[in-house]
């Protein structure tokens, strides 16, 4: 009975073998995964996550600094009370106040003329800004450009990433390295295993 359950648990997992999918990860001040996706007009993505402390927070995305400055991410802020913000070129502030431990289901697009936040399938702010960005790569639990030292500090249940065209490039499942207990994220588009490229994160329960 034990080889039947391990036969169809093999069979019925997302990952390859040599990897454990879990409930979530965490992730870590200084840590970060660089997603090897260029930021030029924009994306869309959809994340559940939770938040283990109220602070500035950088989520996913990048930053351009050089004149005229040019987000397209996803952060935390104190603007009035914690909340959401999404950068495309402009900020779009959600007004909705978060708290820790409470799950959120964001869809959102910072693509260029479409820009738009729901969180928990209700729509909070949109836009229409339009821009471009230089081959910025997006990174995901932090935002390039930004310190990592104000990388996201909370759980991390799954992402999808889509280009400007709606195609789904990344599709990250929380994970572990068997091999060495490695935590990161699987992307199940393209087969790849991604890390912290800082500080390591912390994982939940095994799936």
Known sequence: MSLFRSLLSTLSSRLP?????????????????????DITDGYKFELDISFNE????????????SYP????????????GFQFGL?????????LYIQTNTRY?????TTSGDNYIKVNGTLYG???YTYSLNNYRCYLLSTNGMSSGEAFNGNMY????????DVLIRDFIPCYRKSDNKVGMYDIVNNVFYTSEGN????GQDV
């Open 158 to 165: 799954s992402c999808k990433i889509y280009d400007n065209n």
């Open 87 to 95: 950068g495309a070129k402009e900020d779009i502030w959600t007004g």
């Open 105 to 109: 289901k964001i869809e959102a697009s």
């Open 126 to 128: 949109q836009g229409t």
């Open 69 to 80: 400055i040019t987000r397209s991410h996803l952060a935390c802020f104190d603007n009035g």
């Open 200 to 203: 390591d994160f912390t994982k």
């Open 54 to 65: 109220l602070s500035t927070q950088y989520i996913i995305g990048a930053v351009d600094f």
């Open 17 to 37: 073998s040599e990897y454990q999918e879990v409930e979530y990860i965490t992730g870590v001040r200084y840590g970060y995964i660089n997603t090897g996706f």
